[in-house]
Structure formats: C-alpha cells, structure tokens
C-alpha cells in the first residue's frame, strides 16, 4: 500500500468555508456557513445554564472510569422524553432504546450501521437538497443512498405531490430520512397536515422513517418541532431517530447527540438495542461523556431546564427577526427580486437563490461567505452587518 497513489479530496464544502472566513482580513466580513449560533456581536457564548451545569458536575464528578457503548442512562432517558415527550405511547409501552452518540453525525453513523445490519441491501431516500454530509455519510457506511423531490427552488416552495409520488414507490426494505424541523439546506418544513401524510404512507408503504432533528428548539419551539417525530413514532411500529444537543443547547465542540430505535415492542427494541450496541463498539466504542453530563445536568433540574428553554427562545427570536431584518432591508434598498420567502422559512438556513458564480462573486468582492448552493447560516446576520450584507447582495444582482 502507499499513500502517494491518494488524489486529493477537496475541502468540505461547509467545514471549508470556516478555514476561508478565518483568513479573511476584510472588517466587513460576514460568515453565513456553518450552521452555528451567533449573537449580535458575532460571538457563540456558551448559554448560561451550561456553564451553570459545567460547575455542578466538576464539584459532584467522581470517576472517569469507562462509561460503557450506551453512554450515560440518565442522558438517554432525559433526551429521550424530550423528542418523543414524556407521555408518548412509546415511551410509555418502553418501545424506545437510545444510545448518546458524538454529536448528531456519530448518531447518524450508528444508524448507517444498524441499518446495514437490519438490511445490507437497503436504500436510504433522502431529501433532494439535504445536508450536505449525509450523502457521503450513509455511503461510507456501504448504504445506496436516492433522492426524492423536496424544495422547489424556482416557486420557494415545497414539492409535496411529487415528494409522495415518490415515496409511494418506496419498498418496505428502504429508509426514509426526514428533516424533523428547520430543514437543512431549505428552511422549508412539512405542515403538521403534511406530517399526518408521510406517517400514514410509512405505515401503509412498511418503509422505516429515520428522522434527523438537529435543531429542536430553534423552529417554532421544543414541542412544536417534535410534532413530526412523534406523529410518526405514533403511527408505525419501527422508527430512528437522530438528535443533536448541537445547536439546541450550544455544545458543538462537546460533540454530543442521540440515536433512538423504536421497535414494535420491548421484546423488539431489546434486540435491536443488541444490535446497536454491538454497531457502536465497533465505530468508537463508546461516547465521550461530558457533553451528555452537561445536558443531562440541565434536564434533571426544573430551574436549569427553564433557564435553557429561555435561552433557546433568545436564539430562536433572534434567528426569526433576522430573518424578517435581512428582507425588510433588501426591500429597503430597492431590490426588485421578492425575498419575502426567507421570512416564512424556519430554522439556521435559507437558499438565498442566486448562483454559483453570485456565490463566488458576493465572496471575493464583499467577503460575504455562504456554501455554494447559496445557503445561508441567518445567525450570521445581525443589526451591525444587515446593511452591508444587504447592498453586496443588491450589488451582485
Ligand atoms: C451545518 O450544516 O452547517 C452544520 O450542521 C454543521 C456541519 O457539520 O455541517
């Protein structure tokens, strides 16, 4: 074997961006790539009830011994209750099994892998666009990875017909991955009325939903944004669930999230839980602790939990009126072009609709920086920086 026969890959085209933006000496310049929490000064504090639940486990920590593939049992009942809700029939039957994970990615790798091990023939159907990881992610696990039609790029809209024509199609032996909210790339979710659809076609179709919710909490609220999940979770009898303390509780670099298996029955999840834990001491062996110690430390306490959800509710605003900022000013400044679909959109990111040249240009003139496809993270826009984004749009139009 030699590694000089290697060809180079390029650069994540997210993760790329952040390396280009920190290089930039421009005092303008404006990061709207990573899917990452930023206030108005431009910075990502840690929330205030982390910090709180970060003290309360260094005075009460005792061991750093092994934590075992699951992770910790308390996390994994706390998140658990938090995406399916604390009443939901399958919590209540003990149908769910939830491993912590590194990060939502580890949660979606795990889930590459059990399924793999359910079914190495099964294809995964995901949005088209859909984040841009999870295409390379489900095929490195050895998964054929399809697309069904999503967002309708020219109307701003939602191809909701053709996204169940599609799925229709779908064989019971496939996977279907859902956005649960705050759709990445789009911002465009499926109403509650679309939800009732799609759980109904995966019952009837016998297809396995895998749903990625990366960011509950900042559409319209913790309970709001799990109506998909748990509508789903209530209508068909095997279910994945991926989730990410990422964003929601502001612990990126602590690399900690969920993967949740639905089974038929206890009997059920107790085999697919074998499954999972033999899938996940075979990537890592078992996640690191500390971010799921601060979550769990939150959860656990009435007052810290009501902390993080005021705090939740700070980003969340802000990400909306940003939203309704950036459109108002471009309107402001007399661009013809209707941006007013950015505004009815939910979550970290919008496909701002202009081209890949436009990308290119509004970068190297303006050191604007946003992915190729003209996603835009909104919490990098902010009342300092709102003008200015506004006119180097208005300017490469
Ligand atoms: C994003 O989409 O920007 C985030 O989910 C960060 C990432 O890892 O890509």
Redesign the pocket.
């Known amino acids: 074997m030699k590694f000089d026969s290697l060809s180079p890959m390029p650069a994540d085209p ?2 790329g961006l952040m390396t280009q933006y920190r290089q930039d000496s421009h005092p303008q310049k404006i990061d709207l790539g ?2 990452v929490y930023k206030d108005e000064a431009g910075n990502t504090p840690i929330l205030a009830c982390v910090k709180a639940a970060e003290q309360h486990r260094i005075d009460t920590e005792e061991t750093k011994v092994y934590i075992g593939p699951t992770g910790s049992a308390d996390f994994n009942s706390l998140i658990s209750e938090l995406c399916f809700g604390i009443t939901h029939q399958v919590i209540e039957q003990n149908r769910v099994r939830t491993v912590s994970t590194p990060g939502g ?1 580890g949660a979606l790798r795990v889930a590459a892998d059990f399924i793999k091990r359910v079914n190495p023939n099964a294809v995964i159907w995901v949005s088209d666009p859909t ?3 999870h295409t390379g992610l489900f095929e490195a696990a050895g998964i054929t990875v399809k697309t069904y039609p999503y967002y309708d790029h020219e109307n701003k809209t939602l191809k909701f017909e053709e996204m169940l024509a599609c799925l229709e199609q779908v064989s019971s032996d496939d996977v279907v991955l859902l956005h649960a909210c705050c759709h ?1 790339p789009s911002g465009m979710d499926l109403t509650q009325a679309q939800w009732d659809q799609i759980a109904v076609l995966a019952k009837d179709k016998g297809f396995t939903p895998l749903i990625d919710m ?1 960011y509950q909490g900042f559409g319209d609220g913790v309970d709001a944004d799990a109506y998909g999940v748990r509508k789903v979770a209530d209508t068909v009898s095997n279910l994945i669930l991926c989730s990410s303390c990422s964003k929601n509780f502001g612990l990126y670099r602590e690399r900690i999230g969920a993967c949740s298996i639905v089974g038929k029955d206890a009997n059920a999840a107790d085999i697919a839980f074998s499954v999972l834990l033999y899938v996940v001491r075979c990537i890592y062996s078992m996640p690191p602790a500390h971010g799921a110690a601060i979550v769990e430390t939150i959860l656990a306490s009435q007052e810290l939990k009501q902390q993080w959800l005021d705090e939740l509710a700070v980003m969340r605003n802000r990400i909306n009126g940003n939203r309704q900022m950036l459109v108002d000013q471009l309107k402001a400044l007399g661009v013809k072009r209707d941006f007013s679909f950015i505004s009815n959109q939910k979550g970290m990111f919008s496909f701002l609709g202009i081209t890949p040249d436009q990308v290119a240009e509004i970068q190297t003139k303006h050191s604007v920086y946003m992915v190729d496809s003209s996603r835009i ?1 909104i919490a990098g826009i902010g009342e300092g920086n709102v003008e200015y984004l506004a006119k180097s749009i208005a300017d490469i139009l």
């Open positions: 997210i993760l990573v899917g990615t984040w841009a990881n990445n990366a993270s």
